[in-house]
Every structure is written in structure tokens, then in C-alpha cells.
């Protein structure tokens, strides 16, 4: 069974940058739509981005309240998800989950997030 | 953008059943899918397309969609369901999340 490990959080100052990650045991993360998920706190799951899968051209999107701040991208020599976050706020404190959906036939929204990291803490101060 | 609205807060007996809504325009057109979360954990799926249980989910929990409203059922309510529960759908090129409703089980 995949289990995934995200790291890389910690404190921040405004408007320095970030580079958090999503590492695999257990399987790859290759053919699998990966995506980080964000709750801030007390709050419910906002997605900030997410990568397709290699068999359909790893392909990214991004939540438009980041868009031109975030990129996600896949390491394939390390098989991990990175997200890096520019010019940091103080609104984009919060927990960061990278979470895995299967993409069959790209029918990725057939699918929910099945297997979820435990997540890190970013606080931007 | 497509939005998606739950209760903030539903309440159940013990042993009773549970409906939490997801409602948005047009839902029944769209695939639904649900989590679980405990206080201090990730989210775990429970239900994904509507109305299909993930491996290792209990029968307890149903999911049903139709016209604008979606709805996760779950029976026999006990004390270890007592979690936020968050809907979800992908539109587009992104994945909307309702703001969670929070199951109290009395």
C-alpha cells in the first residue's frame, strides 16, 4: 500500500519562498494524479495545484488565488512531487497535504483522493 | 467557479443514521466524492463517484447524487464517526471542496 511523506515546512518570513515535498514508499507516484491540498486553520481543504500524470503529459494546474505565485513539478531521478510557493503570504499559512487520485483513461475526476500524506505545517510570519 | 455548499454542523443519536448534503447547481451531473477527517489527521476517501466505497470502508457509509444535492448516508452511527466530513468535485481543471460539516454524535 503507497503511503506518502510531504516535507519541507516550517516558518517563513513574507514574501521569501518555499519548496515543500512529496515522497513515495510503496509504489510510484508516475501514474497518478498528484495534488497539494492546503487547510488553513480551523478551515475546510482548498487545492492549490496538481499534476497530471506522465502518460498524459504531466500537465499542472493551479488554484487561480495562486496562480502566478505557485509551481508544481515531478523529480523523476527521486520519483517526488515538489510545490514551490513565491512571494510568500501570511494568508497562505496552513497545513499542506499532497494527496494521490488515479487517472485511468484521464478520467481523473472519476476519482477521489485515495491515499493522502500526513502533511506540513507552513506558517508564513 | 462552480461552488459547493454543506451544513456547518449536523447532529445524531447513537445508532442512528446520519445525512450530510452537498449541494451545488447541477450536482447530479458531476461525480461526488467524500472524506472523512478526525481531529489532528489527514483526510481519508469513504466515498468516491457518488456512491463507491474505497477498500476497507465500512458498509455503513452510502452515498447518493441527484439533481442538486448529494448526500452521504451513514448507518448505525457510532462514536468513532464523530469527524468534519468534506465533499468534493473536480471542475474543469480544478477540484472543489465543500467547507466541511462537522458530525456530532450524541
Known amino acids: 500500500e503507497m503511503q506518502l511523506v510531504e516535507s519541507g515546512g516550517g516558518l517563513f518570513r513574507p514574501g521569501r519562498s518555499l519548496k515543500i515535498s512529496c515522497a513515495a514508499s510503496?509504489?510510484?507516484?508516475?501514474?497518478?494524479?498528484v495534488s497539494w491540498v492546503r487547510q488553513k486553520p480551523g478551515r475546510g481543504l482548498d487545492l492549490v495545484a496538481f499534476i497530471r500524470s506522465k502518460r498524459f503529459g504531466e500537465t499542472t494546474y493551479s488554484a487561480a488565488s495562486v496562480t502566478g505565485r505557485v509551481s508544481i513539478s515531478r523529480d523523476v531521478s527521486t520519483g517526488s512531487v515538489y510545490l514551490q510557493v513565491n512571494s510568500l503570504q501570511t494568508d497562505d499559512t496552513g497545513v499542506y497535504y499532497c494527496?494521490?487520485?488515479?487517472?485511468?483513461?484521464?478520467?481523473?475526476?472519476?476519482?477521489?483522493?485515495?491515499?493522502w500524506g500526513q502533511g506540513t505545517t507552513v506558517t508564513v510570519s | 467557479s462552480y461552488d459547493v455548499t454543506q451544513p456547518l454542523s449536523v447532529s445524531v443519536a447513537l445508532g442512528q443514521t446520519a445525512k450530510i448534503t452537498c449541494g451545488g447547481d447541477?450536482?447530479?451531473?458531476?461525480?461526488v466524492h467524500w472524506y472523512q477527517q478526525r481531529p489532528g489527521q489527514a483526510p481519508i476517501l469513504v466515498i468516491f463517484?457518488?456512491?463507491n466505497r474505497p477498500s476497507g470502508i465500512s458498509e455503513r457509509f452510502f452515498g447518493s447524487n441527484s439533481g442538486h444535492v448529494a448526500t452521504l448516508t451513514i448507518t448505525k452511527v457510532q462514536a468513532g464517526d464523530e469527524a468534519v466530513y468534506h465533499c468534493h468535485v473536480w471542475d474543469t481543471t480544478t477540484a472543489i471542496f465543500g467547507g466541511g460539516t462537522t458530525l456530532t454524535v450524541l
Open positions: 447541477k450536482i447530479g451531473g458531476k461525480n
Open positions: 510503496g509504489g510510484s507516484l508516475g501514474d497518478l494524479v
Open positions: 463517484r457518488d456512491n
Open positions: 494527496a494521490t487520485t488515479k487517472e485511468g483513461a484521464g478520467r481523473y475526476y472519476y476519482y477521489g483522493m485515495d491515499v
